[in-house]
C-alpha cells in the first residue's frame, strides 16, 4: 500500500494533527509549570475550603466573611440563576408582547414596537446597563430616614414586603410544582395545559395559607430599610437591562415564526367563528412557538452567559465572586476553569430541559413554514394627497372603537414624549456657561459635551497628537463607506479594509521617524473599539472558514477538535475568554515574550468571533448540494480546489448576512473589554463624568455615546439588509 492511496492519506493527516496538537500541548504545558514555579504559584482546588474573609452584599442563602471560598462561590452562582431566570421569563414575555404590538394592525403602535427593536438592538447591552445603573443611582432619591412606609423605590434599590420564612415559600412551590406535574401527566392536563398550571397555583396559594404565613413588612429607619425584601439597584439595573435588550431579539423570532404559519390556519378559525383574540391563543401562537423554540432557546443561553455582565456594575453574580476569589488568592488558573465549567453545565443544562419541554408537546421538529401573514402593520407611511389622507387613517388607525382609542393613547404618548425631549434638549438646555450654569438649568447641559467630547472620543491618547487618533477613525468609518458600494464587494474590500486598519495602526502607532511614538497603554477611545472591532472580523474570517472545513471534514480527529473549541468558545460567555487572555495568556507564553493587554484582548474577540462566524459558514456549507462537489470532481478539480472555487463561494452567499450580523455584535462585544481594563469607547465615556462637577450629566454622555454606537450598528444593519436584497435578485 502507496501513501498515495486515500486511506493512507487520511490516517497521516490524523497523526499529523494529533501529534501537532500533542506537542502544542505539551509546550504549554511546560512554559505553564516554568511560570508557575518562577512566580510560586501553587495549584490546585484546596483553596476552596480557606476562609473567604469577604463579604457579599446580596445572599439567598446565609453566607459571612468566616465561610469558605466554596460557600462564597455558591452564593454567586445561586445569584446568577437567579438574575438568569428572572431575565429569561421577562424577557419572554417582554418580547411577546412587542412582537405582537409589531403585528398590530394599527399603524402607530406597530411603528412604535419596530423603533423599540430597531434602537434596542442597535445599541450594546453593557452601555444599556450603565444607563440604567446611572438611572437608578443618581436619578432616584436617597431613603428618607423614619419615613415610616412599608414599600419604596429609592437609589438603594426596591424595598417590598415578603413572607418571615422562606421554607413556607418553599413548601408552596414544592407542594404547586407537585400538584402541576402530575396533573401533566393525565389527558385532562395534556390537553388544556392551562387548567393545570391553575390548580398548581391554587395548591400553593391554599399552603401559604393554611400554614399561616407571616408577612415581614420593610421598616424605615435612620440608616435606611430594614425587614422584608430589599432588592438592590445593581441588582435591578441587571434584571432590568438584560429583560428589555433580550426582549428585542425574541420579538424578532416570535414575529417570524408567527408569521411562517401558514395563512389557511388563520382563514379555518375564522371559518369556525373563532375571534382574532382566540385565534391567535389557540390557533397560531403554539404553531409558532414550535418554531420559534430552537433560536429562543440560543438566546435564552445567551441570558444565561450575559447575566456576567453584573461584575461590571458591582452585582455579585458568579463572574464578580470569582474576581474576587482570584484576587485573594491569586489561583487565575482555577478561577477560569470554574467559570469555563460552570457556565458550560448551565448552557447544557438549559437546553436539555429545553429540548425536554418541547418534546412533551410534540415540538421537536421544525415545522413547515407557510406563506406570510399580510398584516395592515406592514404598510408604509405613505405620500398621498390631503384628499386621499382620511382614507388611509381610516383603514390603519381607526378602523374601529378600539383602533381609535389605542390610537389616541399611542398619540398622547409619542407626543408627550416628543414633546419632554424637545423641553429636555432644547427649551430648559444649557448652550453656553459651565458646570454652574448648567446646574442652574433643568435641561440639557451641552457644555459638558463641548468640554468633554474629546475625552469620550479618544481618552487618554496625548492631546498633541489627537489629531492622529481622528485620522485613524476617519480611516475605519471610510472603510465602512466604501463597504456599500457593491462594486467592491469581494477581494477589493477585503483589500481596502486591510489598508484602512494598516494605515489607521501606522497612524497610530508612530515610529519610523515620521510619527513620534505613542505606546498601546495611551490608545483609548472611539479608534479602539473601531480597531478592535474591524481586526477581530477581519482576522475572524479564514479562521472561520478553516473551523468549519474542519467540523465538516470526514476525519474524526479534525473533526473532534474543531467542535470541541467552536462549542468551548461558544458556551462560554464573552467575559470568560477575555478573563483567559488577561489573566492566564501570560502564564503560557515565555517571560522574555511582553505582550500588551491590547493584543491579548484582540486575539480573545478573534478566537470569540471565529466560533460564531464558523457556525454560520457551516450553515451555508451544508446548504451547497453534493452533487456540486461530485461535478467538479468529475471535472478533474482536487477536494481543496472544489471547496475554494465552488463550494465556499456558494456557502458565503447563504452566510453572508449572518457574517455581516455576527460583525454587528462584535462592535457591541467591544464594549466588555473595559471589564479588563482596555479603554474603548464606553470606558471614556464612564471617565468624562468622574469629576464631581459633571457627574450628574451621565445622560449627556451615554447619549452622545449611544448615538456613536447605534449610527456604527445601524449602518452595518443596513448594510445587511443590502446584502439580502441583491443575494435574493440574484436568485
Not at 450628574?696 to 452595518?716: K, N, R
Request: hydrophobic content about 55%; proline content about 4%; charged content about 15%.
Amino acid at each position: 500500500m502507496t501513501i498515495r492511496t486515500p486511506w493512507a492519506r487520511s490516517n497521516g493527516l490524523q497523526w499529523a494533527v494529533l501529534a501537532a496538537a500533542l506537542l502544542a500541548l505539551c509546550l504549554l504545558l511546560g512554559t505553564l509549570a516554568a511560570n508557575l514555579d518562577g512566580k510560586n504559584i501553587r495549584t490546585g482546588f484546596a483553596f476552596l475550603g480557606d476562609r473567604a474573609g469577604f463579604a457579599i452584599g446580596e445572599t439567598l442563602v446565609p453566607y459571612g466573611p468566616g465561610d469558605s471560598f466554596a460557600a462564597a462561590l455558591l452564593v454567586g452562582l445561586l445569584n446568577t440563576l437567579l438574575i438568569s431566570s428572572l431575565g429569561i421569563i421577562f424577557s419572554t414575555l417582554l418580547g411577546l408582547a412587542i412582537c405582537l404590538a409589531r403585528l398590530s394592525p394599527n399603524w402607530l403602535l406597530a411603528r412604535l414596537a419596530g423603533l423599540y427593536v430597531e434602537v434596542i438592538r442597535n445599541i450594546p447591552l453593557l452601555l444599556q446597563m450603565f444607563v440604567w445603573y446611572a438611572i437608578l443611582l443618581f436619578s432616584l432619591s436617597p431613603p428618607i430616614p423614619d419615613s415610616g412606609r412599608s414599600f419604596a423605590l429609592d437609589n438603594r434599590g426596591l424595598h417590598l414586603p415578603a413572607l418571615a420564612s422562606t421554607g413556607t415559600l418553599l413548601a408552596a412551590a414544592t407542594a404547586g410544582l407537585f400538584v402541576w406535574l402530575a396533573l401533566r401527566r393525565t389527558r385532562l392536563g395534556r390537553e388544556r395545559c392551562g387548567l393545570s398550571q391553575l390548580a398548581g397555583t391554587v395548591v400553593a396559594v391554599a399552603v401559604l395559607l393554611l400554614s399561616g404565613a407571616e408577612v415581614d413588612w420593610p421598616l424605615s429607619g435612620r440608616f435606611g430599610f430594614g425587614g422584608g425584601l430589599s432588592l438592590t439597584t445593581e441588582f435591578l439595573a441587571l434584571v432590568v437591562g438584560l429583560s428589555i435588550y433580550t426582549a428585542a431579539y425574541l420579538a424578532e423570532i416570535f414575529r417570524a415564526a408567527i408569521l411562517a404559519v401558514p395563512l389557511g390556519q388563520r382563514e379555518a378559525a375564522a371559518a369556525l367563528g373563532l375571534g382574532s383574540g382566540e385565534t391567535m391563543r389557540r390557533i397560531i401562537l403554539p404553531q409558532a412557538l414550535r418554531i420559534a423554540i430552537p433560536p429562543m432557546t440560543s438566546w435564552h443561553l445567551n441570558t444565561v452567559k450575559n447575566s456576567s455582565l453584573g461584575v461590571a456594575i458591582g452585582y455579585p453574580e458568579f463572574v464578580s465572586v470569582v474576581d474576587t476569589v482570584i484576587s485573594q488568592t491569586g489561583q487565575a488558573i482555577e478561577g477560569v476553569a470554574l467559570i469555563v465549567g460552570t457556565f458550560l453545565s448551565l448552557s447544557l443544562l438549559l437546553a436539555f430541559v429545553t429540548d425536554r419541554y418541547a418534546r412533551s408537546y410534540g415540538w421537536s421538529l421544525t415545522g413547515q413554514a407557510g406563506r406570510q401573514i399580510v398584516a395592515g402593520a406592514t404598510e408604509q407611511l405613505p405620500i398621498l394627497l390631503p384628499a386621499k389622507w382620511s382614507g388611509w387613517a381610516r383603514r390603519n388607525l381607526f378602523a374601529s372603537a378600539k383602533q381609535s382609542i389605542l390610537s389616541a393613547f399611542v398619540l398622547l404618548v409619542v407626543s408627550a414624549a416628543i414633546w419632554k425631549a424637545i423641553i429636555w434638549l432644547i427649551a430648559d438646555a444649557t448652550f453656553s456657561g459651565g458646570a454652574a450654569a448648567c446646574r442652574a438649568a433643568d435641561g440639557t447641559c451641552w457644555p459638558f459635551l463641548r468640554e468633554n467630547a474629546t475625552l469620550i472620543l479618544f481618552g487618554t491618547y496625548p492631546e498633541a497628537e489627537q489629531w492622529r487618533a481622528a485620522l485613524a477613525t476617519m480611516l475605519l468609518l471610510g472603510c465602512l463607506g466604501l463597504s456599500f458600494v457593491a462594486r467592491l464587494w469581494g477581494r477589493r474590500l477585503a483589500i481596502v479594509w486591510v489598508l484602512g486598519i494598516a494605515a489607521s495602526l501606522f497612524v497610530l502607532r508612530g515610529g519610523f521617524g515620521v510619527l513620534v511614538p505613542v505606546p498601546m497603554d495611551k490608545w483609548s477611545g472611539l479608534p479602539v473599539t473601531l480597531l478592535l472591532a474591524s481586526i477581530a472580523v477581519l482576522a475572524a474570517f479564514p479562521l472561520a472558514v478553516l473551523l468549519a472545513f474542519a467540523r465538516q471534514s470526514a476525519n474524526p480527529l479534525v473533526k473532534r477538535l474543531a467542535t470541541g473549541l467552536i462549542e468551548l468558545v461558544r458556551g462560554i460567555p464573552l467575559i470568560g475568554v477575555l478573563f483567559l487572555a488577561a489573566v492566564m495568556f501570560p502564564l503560557f507564553v515565555p517571560d522574555w515574550l511582553s505582550i500588551d493587554s491590547l493584543p491579548r484582548v484582540q486575539l480573545a474577540l478573534i478566537i470569540f468571533t471565529a466560533a460564531y462566524m464558523a457556525e454560520a459558514i457551516r450553515g451555508g456549507l451544508i446548504s451547497v448540494s453534493v452533487g456540486q462537489s461530485e461535478a467538479a470532481q468529475a471535472l478533474g478539480l482536487s477536494k481543496w480546489q472544489a471547496r475554494r472555487h465552488i463550494e465556499l463561494p456558494q456557502a458565503l452567499k447563504v452566510s453572508l448576512p449572518a457574517l455581516v450580523n455576527t460583525s454587528i455584535s462584535e462592535v457591541k462585544n467591544t464594549t466588555l473589554v473595559l471589564i479588563v481594563g482596555v479603554f474603548d469607547l464606553l470606558q471614556t465615556t464612564r471617565l468624562s463624568y468622574v469629576e464631581a462637577q459633571w457627574r450628574p450629566y451621565f445622560a449627556e454622555a451615554y447619549l452622545f455615546s449611544g448615538t456613536i454606537f447605534f449610527a456604527i450598528c445601524f449602518a452595518l444593519s443596513r448594510l445587511a439588509m443590502k446584502i439580502e436584497r441583491k443575494l435574493s435578485h440574484e436568485r
